[in-house]
């Protein structure tokens, strides 16, 4: 059993690891903080949490009380995590953060995206990129893990058999994501109102978002080259979920494509290659640590598309932080993640 | 460990009992039938039990192999039940009916709500109605089960305080209720196709449900004397949850409802009493067997407002059949039901 | 031709007045303020608007520029109007307020459930209930109007013709309201969040609701005597459209309750009763300015249940401001007002 | 003031028909046909359009009495318009057709993607693809119309621009798009259920959709040779509207994008160019004939993004059904179509 931490535990990854660590048979939360509502017992703010949490209460951030604690998880916004993860990596506690603040390996790209210097360059080296098919070896041994994002998640799983293998041109790659409303967060924005976002679909971001640096990154890796991607997000009117629609042009020939798919991920827990033809829908991976995809090749042409989907806050945020807590710890890699989605 | 079967599993209340059995400690599924579907595996009808039940297939439902399980399920439309459990309590195997099959003591208010005969009256002395806050004791020992329904359990569970204190005018008890379209099924009817159910709210069944009877007699148990219900039942666009609004005019005095209501369910796991002023959310309850309950007393006059929600397929079905089958061997209540409510 | 202006031109009245005005013949909107937005195009603020109302841009409040229209809206916040609609009333202007602002008679009671002194007292005799089902003549001869609130049309048109008719009992009415989330405006507010608001049903409110006192106003003068009224609004997961699900004991008898409907609202434009048996959806009156009706007597006793649906936004608002409008300048009811229900 | 008459009255394009021609200063609806429901008055079917078509009865299928009209439309499935075409283009009787019929110049090709044989070839010569920006002038004096299917009216629409001007490389253009599940029509299937499609969001015909050799032939048409495009149409939990995303790689040079695309529509009184840097919502032109347009080009690159938004049922079928007859029949083209969008 270890003690673990939650830093900015009111927005939805927040409830989202309590949600799934209510259920680790390793695991138990030793505090959780929130400026904004600290002293209000979690289960006021969540009562889906009632009967589970019921003595829990949200803190001011202590570094101290962190410190007590074995791993401590950042589910804040960017630029929050560069001066705690320093002193909380002193006292030996290993950090497992949520946010956008160690993926990127060069502070000075992370600066230009974000409108701010980077707090904590010197932690970049050796910041672990948590996305486990990728970094397995490496996250066992990490202290400080850097949480994928949720596109990048979705997008890197569905394009890295076929970057690896070469076969497709790594200058134009397309990924045309759709995502529910909680990738936005819990701030209380105009857009983000059910009278605003229901009933309707929209692109967002379509000359750059911050998820874009990220995932050429990743993808340049599994390519050995940098690539050429255009990413366009779109605001989807339901909760949860990201499709993620990938477009290659195969260049290298290649018998089969689910055969490479099925083979790159035969050993991963919590990827599944779906049969031929499939069409995997977000719904079924509502609340799982999963991410499912399917290989087209329209027309036997030379465009290969990938579908991918995850469930945003679990494979691509809270779900993904706990395989990696798991990964660190030498529990189960299925810890805490293992039932079935919701559905219907 | 014990072996069940699940008669009728492509249904809303089938897929979710194999949802939740994913996580029971104690029980293997056995065999799940199907006519329709026969020769399927059901991870291709649902791929969210993918990774769970690889193996499982639907088959023709058969009697032999059904006696062969401990318990049995039914997740049928009514009328199914009726000769097949027969046959299965004969081989010593208990029944657990989610239909409305064995829920009404009298056969003859039976075939006029549900237009046939009844086929097996000669089992409804021994047919225990399946909700444990009531019949707790008679279930442990009962060989078959009438699990309630959705709206009966949602409406009892929030009028049984009042009636049992003889504190409402009995006569004059008005519950209206909302709930997600899973409520109709996953029949292909045009009323309940997005297009048609989504972005709107109506009424239906004004001049009579089928679970009116069901209600009454269940009121009428708390009561000690029949009762007068209007009972109006609402779709609501959503997926799952039910929303109970309960009046009733308070004739006797009491100083302390909500007193009242802690103390009557202080024991039950699965009701959860809401601090007093609170509106509970159907989503505080998505995917758990949980019916939270609140109580007001507008401008403190003499009608009482009860709050009550539950998931329609966990607590209103599938769930509440699970602790049914707990309690009928013995297991911990809580056995595969302990998971929080997925929230956002 | 008029002109007319609006005031508090951002949220959803006021871009619901501008929608129906564009398609009214006699109608020209000639200001419409906004202090935040002041400067801003109505159309980058609202797209839906582009080609309709390119010129127009929002302005900050001006008594004079107001004071030169014919008519002014105001479709703000509580309090704004109580100083502005004096000022432009001894300017000539025409007054029609679709905030709570000249709703109820009494001073005291308004300062008591908005928490603050009255701003007018002075112009309440002169102002006038835009419920045209009920004070057509004096709305016709108005220079002020209010403009009755959403859940307060929903309630008294369906319960009109039953109290009018001294049918049911006054003491002991309930009214259980269904609401989109428009209802609650476009204010940026964590609980209308798509990710909070959909999927979900809760009530508030149940211990009292500012609209409360107007409906009671209404129901008691139709009854001729104050009435006892217990009223619980709900949230439901759709962007328009108000179920009020209202129910009565009957005391005094009568044959044809149906025809005791037809016959009351039987030269009423804006007013639909639907035939015996009917379940009313909110879809169909989706941005019109209709109240659909239908009236049921479940087994035959003596409650009597009144199904009546609108459009929050339209017969709940800027749809029945602009009937006043109408009815003020003589201009045919229907103006603005003829466009059939957008369904699916 | 003509006659017009419906065939297939009961779907989704029918009755926003209906809807539309409701508002029709020149149209009046003559008759409406439907086999399932002959005898059954539209208002019963669909209340929204109580008072508005209250004598209205579907009827059997009668070339007669069709015959009689100025102009018929048909909402049928595929293959239907066929025969009955012929006989009312020989009695005179304009044809508007929504179905896919003739739309395909090639019979053959239509024979495959369908099916089954083409039932007229002898009339695609003359019929006339009914997209008002490319064929104004054929459509005034066309008998026969073959109205565009929702995807290719919004996929054409964003690349017609780019493609006349020969700036793509017509060889790979990408064309994802996502649509409300109206749709799928108003048949009862299980994947459009509400509890099935709602929360959720997945692919379909990924490797191959029968809009695909229509768009194909519309492109080429505007590139002047054969195009190679990937068309990945997806659904959307929401009731209306197509979300097309639309990618090409620029070859030719051009430093006004978005002047060439305000120069190509200047005159359309349907297609509105947005803003440089607008990202246009399905919303913002739910129930109108509309397309809006926004073009992009990330990080100054060579890959031109287009994001092109209509309501299906409108200008991807029954408004351009009415734009049609508009330009047919000489009436302004505004006609039956001008009021703005129904928001939020």
């Known amino acids: 059993m270890i003690k673990v931490g939650i830093v900015g535990g009111t927005g939805y990854t927040g409830v989202e690891l309590l949600r799934l660590l209510a259920q680790h048979p390793e695991v138990e939360v030793e505090a959780i903080t929130s400026r904004s509502e600290a002293g209000l017992c979690v289960t006021d703010l969540y009562p889906n949490l009632r009967g589970h949490y019921d003595n829990l209460t949200f803190s001011e951030p202590d ?167 255009t990413f366009v997000p779109h605001l989807t009117p339901m909760i949860r979920g990201i499709h993620a629609t990938l477009y290659g042009r195969l260049t290298g020939s290649h018998d089969d494509l689910q055969g490479l798919f099925e083979q790159r991920f035969a050993n991963e827990p919590f990827v599944d290659v779906m049969p031929p033809g499939s069409h995997p829908e977000t719904r079924s991976v509502k609340g799982v640590n999963l991410c499912r995809l399917a290989v087209h090749r329209p027309g036997d042409g030379d465009t290969v598309v990938v579908l991918s989907v995850i469930d945003n806050l679990v494979k691509g945020a809270s779900g993904q932080a706990i395989h990696n807590l798991n990964l660190m710890f030498g529990f189960d890699e299925n810890a805490g993640l293992a039932a079935p989605a919701l559905m219907p």
Not at 99 to 107: E, G, I, Q, V, Y
Not at 133 to 161: F, K, M, S
Not at 172 to 199: F, H, M, N, Q, Y
């Open 63 to 229: 570094a101290k009380r962190l410190g007590a604690c074995d791993a401590v998880f950042f589910a804040t916004p960017h630029g929050v995590a560069h001066a705690l993860a320093s002193e909380l990596l002193e006292q030996g506690t290993r950090v497992i953060d949520l946010s956008a603040d160690f993926r990127l390996r060069d502070a000075a790209e992370w600066a230009e995206w974000y409108g701010q210097p980077h707090g904590a360059p010197e932690l970049l080296d050796e910041s672990v990129y948590g996305l486990p098919e990728v970094n397995r070896d490496r996250i066992r041994e990490a202290r400080l893990i850097a949480v994928p994002g949720c596109y990048p998640t979705a997008v890197q799983l569905g394009l890295l058999p076929l970057l690896e293998a070469g076969l497709i041109d790594a200058e134009r790659i397309i990924a045309d994501c759709k995502s529910g409303v909680t990738g936005a967060g819990r701030g209380a924005k105009v857009p983000s109102l059910l009278a605003e976002a229901s009933e309707s679909m929209k692109a967002y971001g379509a000359s750059g978002h911050r998820h874009l640096p990220e995932i050429r990154q990743g993808l340049g890796d599994a390519a050995g080259r940098a690539v050429g991607l």
